[in-house]
Nanobody, 114 residues
Framework: QVRLVESGGGLVQAGGSLRLSCAASGMVFSLFGMGWSRQAPGKPRELVASITRGGSTNYVESVKGRFTISRDNAKNTVYLQMNSLKPEDTAIYYC????????WGQGTQVTVSS
């Protein structure tokens, strides 16, 4: 079955950077669109970045210019480079795979202190 395992979350000061990784297994990785969504306490989950099978990317307006999503099909891994982090980026970040059913990992906590 599809398994997505996130890593790289943690506590960082505002203005800092983190790189999230998501290792995928149980799927033909190159056939899936991949993405990162996040959920802050009391708020709905939102998709913040996505990358298609062909490598096209899309971002929610609030992270444009600060976050970069990439994928390595040879390693079955998708990344989210997060720069210039803000306290409002604090959330649990989830890796997702779409084809067209959506699968999520367990999430990794990102906390940005002011």
């Amino acid at each position: 079955q599809v398994r997505l395992v996130e890593s790289g979350g943690g506590l960082v000061q505002a203005g800092g950077s983190l790189r999230l990784s998501c290792a995928a297994s149980g799927m033909v990785f190159s056939l899936f669109g991949m993405g990162w969504s996040r959920q802050a306490p009391g708020k709905p989950r939102e998709l913040v970045a996505s990358i298609t099978r062909g490598g096209s990317t899309n971002y929610v307006e609030s992270v444009k210019g600060r976050f970069t999503i990439s994928r390595d099909n040879a390693k079955n891994t998708v990344y989210l480079q997060m720069n210039s982090l803000k306290p409002e980026d604090t959330a649990i970040y989830y890796c997702q795979a779409t084809s067209p059913s959506i699968f999520w990992g367990q999430g990794t906590q990102v906390t940005v202190s002011s």
